[in-house]
C-alpha cells in the first residue's frame, strides 16, 4: 500500500534527520506556525505586529528566530516596506506545497490539548521530541478512528 504524504508525514520525515531539526533549532514555532500559515504557492506576506499577535511572542523573539531560520537555509525572507515574505526552501518547502491536507493541520490550530503540549516543548526547548510527538499523534488518531467505527 502506498503511504498518501499529507503534510503531517512529510514533517515526520523531515524532522527525523537531525540536521534538518538542528537547522530548526529553538525556532521552531516560528517554523510550525509558517508551515500552517503558508499558502501552496509557499509564499507568507506579513509584519512583526500580526506575527507578534498570533503568536504572542516579542518582536525581539521573532526576529531571532527569523534570523535563524534564513541562516541555516530553512526559509528565504524578502522584506519590503512593512512587511515580509517568507518563502521556504528545500526540502521544508515541501510541507507548504503538498496535495493533502490533513486532520493534524486542523488540531494544531484549534485542539487545546495540542496546543499545550507545544507550549510545553517550545518552553523546554524538546524539538528533539518532535518525531516521536508526530508518531504517537498518529497513532491515536488511528485509534480514535477505530473506535468511533
Known sequence: MEKIMTRWNLL???TMVKENREAIG???PLFLFLIFHT???????????????????????????????VRNKVVQVVKGRSSMS????????????CEQDDWAAVRIKTD???KRVLDKLSSHDNISLLPLIVELS????KLEKSVAT
Do not use: C, G
Request: aromatic share 10%; charged share 25%.
Open 12 to 14: 515526520s520525515d523531515i
Open 26 to 28: 529553538k525556532a521552531w
Open 39 to 69: 499558502n501552496r504557492s509557499n509564499k507568507l506576506i506579513t509584519t512583526y505586529a500580526e506575527l507578534k499577535e498570533k503568536m504572542n511572542e516579542s518582536p525581539n523573539t521573532l526576529k531571532h528566530w527569523r534570523e535563524h531560520l
Open 86 to 97: 517568507f518563502i521556504f526552501l528545500q526540502p521544508y518547502e515541501s510541507l507548504v506545497t
Open 112 to 114: 487545546p490539548k495540542v
Open 138 to 141: 498518529a497513532k491515536v488518531h
